[in-house]
């Protein structure tokens, strides 16, 4: 939501993919590069959970972007090149429709009155974007972790439109252990105390809840090994040192950027993207994960994943190449040798820089 | 705390290993099998954290214990050659003096006014009990988990005082990654509306808290890989489902779990033994692990790890291991192939057993 973002407001009905509707919605997205004149050179580029469309800097918007060192001039997702668009997933709090915007209705945010919110509508949103634009093939699309999802979201609701498809660290559906992960996010927003079934307000915000399941995130988003080279056993001197509370220097590591955190995103927010990343399942409807790359891709796709990522396993990468090679694309499959875990692919630029630049040809 | 439980009461001060002291301790234990005529049949078994003295069924008491196939005539520890000993931990609320223990000084339950435990205590509470017993060498001591870190504990306080020793998906201490665990663990319990600084009662208990501890714990006791086979994307229908609640199999196994043990267990016992566990070093003072060894023991040691355990990962294990060996001990080490993470040792007793009884002879 800085100085570069754009919004498509669209004062229509969109129908959500598991019912109910929103009787308005507004798609926050951003840009880079330009379009050319046969219009094929779009990159769409969906991100994860928490992430605004703000991926890169401009010079309307100096501030790094979320993937800063990959888009820009020169950079592996060269905009030199390339149109490169960055969508707030509908269901955020970065600009685009989602439980803590008004209801038109009521007056009121939506909160726990949002109907529930499914990946494959975050991929629609974006769509109509893409209409808006006049843009009806992309050079290629490309996301991270929930940002995945949202590819195949895109796939299964819009075959033939693209021309190379990028999977980062994701899968084609969550493990139990991911989907216990995010319960215990979720259960302890909602138990807290400020959260009140949804009627949190900002004097009394559900803080504790939201601390808790952004650290709980954290420790599923890197590795044992990497916290064991960065932090071992060192003591802590910022915060009071306390018994039971922070001693280690790996505990004022995550109440440090927890707090960061807490005020940044709206805990309904939270909520629904979570959800909605355990309900997603590319083979939800009778087809295989062969069959649904079969019917809507031909091309050059790209899967990367790490062998410390706990959230999203390097199986669920391999599943996925398996299935795009076997439905016939060309697939460059990369199992990464980085120790930073889920979020390798947020850090690590020197291991997914070059494959991702060598896959956009 | 069943019919078979043994407690020794004294009444003189129990300095702890941190400063502050107890001025009298209970120590609850239980035992199978007999002591023989030289006294020198003996096993220590230290227990993970909460488990009670109970480890084995027997006459007295029928019930299961926490390692019933692991421990009887004929088992892997078997009692009829040797007498086993089990300790409830100090710090506990299973028998054993511990946070929820009456301070005599007050009349009112110790809670946060209990001084900070070690695991050095655990061990010399231990003591204790073998002191009242006459024993004065062991045949063997062995723990799994926290029970593992009580082993070492021992050797270090109590050099050459047993001719085997067994580590169990142990480790010499924590990492930054089981801290951060047990630090959130600690922090949804302390923040719980009805922790009230430890002066929660019966009727306003901090279930929530305790609950999603119990569930982050078990998260962390087993494995992706287990859970995949077990649950995959199941759903339950034993909860009502809601959206941000349970519809999954995997969030209805955990709820029903964690149910159980929230009644169960007293939250500061919980603080407590969480935090010693997050502080034991075997290495706090100068010495080296090879050091405390050579120092501490000659004899046969058993180390045992399972490859899904992220809580005490393998390569912890392989570092005690090679202390062990270099320090001139024979070494049994086992990596064992169990999917079953760090809870293995609670429930696979086709891989644990067998090692478990060679090393016995």
């Given at each position: 939501?800085?100085?570069?973002?754009?919004?498509?407001?669209?004062?229509?009905?969109?129908?959500?993919?598991?019912?109910?509707?929103?009787?308005?919605?507004?798609?926050?997205?951003?840009?880079?590069?330009?379009?050319?004149?046969s219009?094929?050179?779009?990159?769409?580029?969906?991100?994860?959970?928490?992430?605004?469309?703000?991926?890169?800097?401009?010079?309307?918007?100096?501030?790094?972007?979320?993937?800063?060192?990959?888009?820009?001039?020169?950079?592996?997702?060269?905009?030199?090149?390339?149109?490169?668009?960055c969508?707030?997933?509908?269901?955020?709090?970065?600009?685009?429709?989602?439980?803590?915007?008004?209801?038109?209705?009521?007056?009121?945010?939506?909160?726990?009155?949002?109907?529930?919110?499914?990946?494959?509508?975050?991929?629609?949103?974006?769509?109509?974007?893409?209409?808006?634009?006049?843009?009806?093939?992309?050079?290629?699309?490309?996301?991270?972790?929930?940002?995945?999802?949202?590819?195949?979201?895109?796939?299964?609701?819009?075959?033939?439109t693209?021309?190379?498809?990028?999977?980062?660290?994701?899968?084609?559906?969550?493990?139990?252990?991911?989907?216990?992960i995010?319960?215990?996010?979720?259960?302890?927003?909602?138990?807290?105390?400020?959260?009140?079934?949804?009627?949190?307000?900002?004097?009394?915000?559900?803080?504790?809840?939201?601390?808790?399941?952004?650290?709980?995130g954290?420790?599923?988003?890197?590795?044992?090994?990497?916290?064991?080279?960065?932090?071992?056993?060192?003591?802590?001197?910022?915060?009071?040192?306390?018994?039971?509370?922070?001693?280690?220097?790996?505990?004022?590591?995550?109440?440090?950027?927890?707090?960061?955190?807490?005020?940044?995103?709206?805990?309904?927010?939270?909520?629904?993207?979570?959800?909605?990343?355990?309900?997603?399942?590319?083979?939800?409807?009778?087809?295989?994960?062969?069959?649904?790359?079969?019917?809507?891709?031909?091309?050059?796709?790209?899967?990367?994943?790490?062998?410390?990522?706990?959230?999203?396993?390097?199986?669920?990468?391999?599943?996925?190449?398996?299935?795009?090679?076997?439905?016939?694309?060309?697939?460059?499959?990369?199992?990464?040798?980085?120790?930073?875990?889920?979020?390798?692919?947020?850090v690590?630029?020197?291991?997914?820089g070059?494959?991702?630049?060598?896959?956009?040809?």
């Open positions: 939501m800085g100085p570069a973002t754009r919004y498509l407001n669209l004062s229509r009905p969109f129908l959500m993919y598991r019912g109910g509707e929103l009787p308005e919605i507004r798609v926050a997205w951003e840009s880079w590069g330009k379009l050319n004149a219009g094929d050179n779009a990159i769409l580029v969906f991100t994860g959970l928490s992430p605004s469309a703000h991926a890169a800097s401009s010079s309307e918007d100096p501030e790094p972007g979320w993937w800063e060192r990959m888009i820009g001039p020169g950079r592996p997702i060269d905009t030199d090149r390339f149109f490169v668009l969508i707030n997933s509908l269901g955020s709090c970065m600009g685009s429709t989602g439980p803590a915007s008004i209801n038109p209705a009521t007056g009121q945010p939506w909160r726990l009155k949002f109907p529930e919110l499914a990946i494959e509508d975050i991929a629609r949103a974006a769509r109509l974007v893409l209409e808006h634009l006049n843009i009806d093939r992309l050079h290629a699309v490309i996301g991270p972790s929930m940002g995945g999802f949202t590819v195949l979201a895109w796939l299964k609701q819009y075959p033939g693209t021309g190379r498809v990028g999977l980062i660290s994701s899968a084609c559906s969550a493990t139990p252990f991911a989907i216990a995010r319960s215990l996010q979720r259960e302890a927003i909602v138990t807290d105390r400020n959260f009140r079934n949804g009627t949190y307000t900002e004097d009394e915000w559900p803080e504790v809840g939201m601390r808790l399941a952004r650290k709980l954290m420790i599923t988003y890197r590795s044992s090994s990497e916290w064991q080279r960065r932090f071992g056993r060192s003591r802590q001197d910022y915060f009071p040192a306390t018994l039971f509370g922070m001693r280690f220097e790996v505990e004022s590591y995550l109440e440090t950027h927890a707090r960061k955190f807490v005020g940044q995103f709206d805990p309904c927010s939270y909520l629904y993207l979570s959800r909605a990343m355990d309900m997603f399942d590319a083979c939800d409807s009778d087809e295989t994960l062969k069959g649904l790359f079969r019917r809507s891709f031909t091309g050059h796709a790209l899967v990367l994943g790490v062998d410390s990522d706990i959230l999203f396993p390097l199986h669920q990468q391999r599943d996925l190449a398996g299935a795009l090679e076997a439905s016939g694309s060309e697939v460059s499959f990369h199992a990464l040798p980085s120790v930073q875990g889920h979020d390798a692919f947020l690590d630029f020197e291991s997914f070059p494959p991702i630049r060598e896959w956009l040809g």
